[in-house]
């Protein structure tokens, strides 16, 4: 098992396990008293964000997405925490960078631990969520570049390269947007319950985060618009393309078929019964060709079809 790294403070204790797997269910079992239910909520796949109230606990399910540089991939990984009065526990998959590098302050930088040495769970549980919204800021900020790279693309002949690059980005909102979606709802619960289970509560603390949380639902909102008009565009111009495409292939045919046929009467093996057979009867079939072919511009000419 990883052990949990535990943290001391004068009024509750802060454990981080870094992942949850059946060792770290053993030590939740057999250190608190949690329910069963929970428990089975923890080692299972990530869940939809949620709080629910036990009689000494709260427990929320929280969805958090993580960015692959390598990839340019968003995935949702989930962090799901016990709190009361006494503690908070994060079990997480050690995926999130900003619980990682919080949990490392904590442990090298004392004037950290000093800031929560007289505070509530409440205060410290606030923080974490806090900080785990704002780090999102610069993934929406990654989001929007590439958003505005791509429009900078259009109408430039790479159309069929910007499809890609077009899902590639909705795909990474709808990631997001999975995380998000109740996160507003799961923090008014926690709030209206604040003062029984942990003793305290602090209105403004959780009114900006919940702002901030409707601030990035809002630019998720921002940037599904403009890539869904995007791709609408990018579309109408590869269909466009291939219309204009499919429109000089059919002239090509049209013209080029009558003059396959009219070759192909003159080369029946019926010479005396063909006409203009005599001297130049070549050149004159080559005439009546060409005049066919100019005719035939011109008739599309006249009505706009080229």
Known sequence: MNNPRQTEFKKFSWYNLIDNQDSEIRFLRDHFNFSKAHLADVAAPPLRPKVEFADDYAFIVLLYPIYNRKTGIVKATEIDIFANKKFVITV???????????AQKIQSEPYIREKYSNQNSIDFLLDILEKMNLALYPM???????????????????????VGQILSVKRNIVAIRKTMSTQKNVLEDLCDNSKEYFGAKDDKRFNRIINSSKDIWMQLETNKATID?????????????????????????????????????????????MPFMGNFGFWKVMAIMVVGVGFMFGFFKKNKWI
């Open 92 to 102: 997480h998959k050690n995926e999130i960078n900003t619980i990682k590098d919080f």
């Open 140 to 162: 929406l900020n990654h989001i929007a570049w590439d958003i505005d790279n791509i429009d900078s693309q259009l109408f430039t002949d790479h159309e069929r390269e910007l």
């Open 229 to 273: 008009a995007i791709q609408e565009s990018n579309e109408s111009t590869i269909t466009f393309r291939l219309n204009d495409i499919m429109k000089t292939l059919t002239i090509f045919s049209v013209i080029v078929f009558p003059l396959t046929l009219l070759a192909a009467i003159f080369g029946m093996n019926t010479t005396e019964g």
